[in-house]
Structure formats: C-alpha cells, structure tokens
C-alpha cells in the first residue's frame, strides 16, 4: 500500500460537497475518502504501469486536492485549466514529473475509472484532444498498483 506524504489541509464533508457543486457532479466514494484522508500529496510508491503507453509506465509526482497551498496542486485550478484540453467527464487529479495527468472519469460508461492523459502526445497543437490510456477500473485499484521504480 502506498503511504502518502505532503497532504493538503484537512478537508470536510462540506468542502467536498462544494467542490462537488461547482464540479456539477458527484466524486466516486474510493476517491471521496482519499481527500477527507489527505486531500492530495505524494505517494510513496509512485510508479504506475500504463499499457500502450510508449514506456509503458508513469510516476505520481502529486496528487491534487481542494484549497492547497501551491496553486497547481489544486483541483479547482486544473480542472480550470485543462477543461478545454481533456474529453468532457474526465477530472484531472494528479500529474506525473513530465506535466502529463492522470484523471478520473466523472460520468459516462467509464465512470470511476483512472486515466492517464498523455498531453506530450498532442504538444503545440492545442486543437488536438490528449490520448488517453485506461490505467485502473477506480480509485482504489490505481492506489493499489502503484510500485517503486523500475
């Protein structure tokens, strides 16, 4: 299991239930408990097999969560800031040491499940939609597969 350092503020209910209303959508309730819990941060493993990906793995660099100190480690200033870029659904919740995120379906048929959104596949041409490559079925299982490096 992977421990995670560097937490954000503790967060409650109601913080979640706001971020929930400007999301226009409900949290999944793997991730909900991971923000009451740590509200971001940096895992320890960090390291995520992704198949297709050339490489075929990623890192966790951080977790984002509601109201952290560093602007980009926020959820609300991501989601602002990647909405254009990311298919409709997706809630960007981490990125990896390249800028890459990783996102958490929101709606649709893919509800729950993790992402990875690979942005360096589509730099410069800020027309062309990431490709994405499913990484776990939901949060919990992502957590789960994270190992060390190699």
Known sequence: MATIENHGPRISDNDI???EERL?????EDY???LLEFNGGSPTPDTVNIEGLPGAYADVQTFFGIGRTIE???????LATLTE??????????????GNVFCLAIQGHRRGSVLY???????????????????????DAFISQLRTFP
């Open 72 to 78: 980009s480690s926020n959820l609300d200033w991501n």
């Open 85 to 98: 870029r990311l298919e409709a659904g997706m809630l960007p919740i981490a990125v990896d040491s390249g």
């Open 32 to 34: 909900r408990r991971f």
């Open 117 to 139: 959104c690979d942005l360096e596949s589509v730099f410069g041409n800020l027309a062309a939609t990431p490709q994405l490559f499913e990484v776990a079925p939901n949060f």
């Open 17 to 19: 239930a706001n971020f």
């Open 24 to 28: 226009g959508a409900v949290l999944p």
